[in-house]
Nanobody
Framework: QVPLVESGGGLVQAGGSLRLSCAAS????????MGWFRQPPGKEREFVAA????????YYADSVKGRFTISRDNAKNMVFLQMNSLKPEDGAVYYC????????????????WGQGTQVTVSS
């Protein structure tokens, strides 16, 4: 378990951009793969993006590929999600997640969750 705290959510117009951040506590951040999930209103939580421990491997959901970019800074214990060309259907609570491997995160195997940050996209 690693404590995770998201920030950067908010209200944005369709076509706009937001950058989500997730801060992790502890000295073992670089040993975790990291990811982002989201839960739209009335729907189940879904995978968005994942990044390997060193940052060389990334995975994206088809719905965000080409618009979202996940990155990490192991020196600062941070992971980011740059979201461009936002659509109303991207509105959701976004959760940061940590796991043992990016591929396992992509399949929903998560060790730690953040508390979530709300993203609202107006049309």
């Amino acid at each position: 378990q690693v404590p995770l705290v998201e920030s950067g959510g908010g209200l944005v117009q369709a076509g706009g951009s937001l950058r989500l951040s997730c801060a992790a506590s502890g000295r073992t951040f670089s040993t975790y793969a990291m990811g982002w999930f989201r839960q739209p209103p009335g729907k189940e939580r879904e995978f968005v993006a994942a990044i390997s421990r060193g940052g060389s491997i990334t995975y994206y959901a088809d719905s965000v590929k080409g618009r979202f970019t996940i990155s990490r800074d192991n020196a600062k214990n941070m992971v980011f999600l740059q979201m461009n060309s936002l659509k109303p259907e991207d509105g959701a609570v976004y959760y940061c997640a940590a796991g043992t491997a990016a591929d396992r995160l992509r399949h929903g195997v998560v060790g730690s969750w953040g508390q979530g940050t709300q993203v609202t996209v107006s049309s």
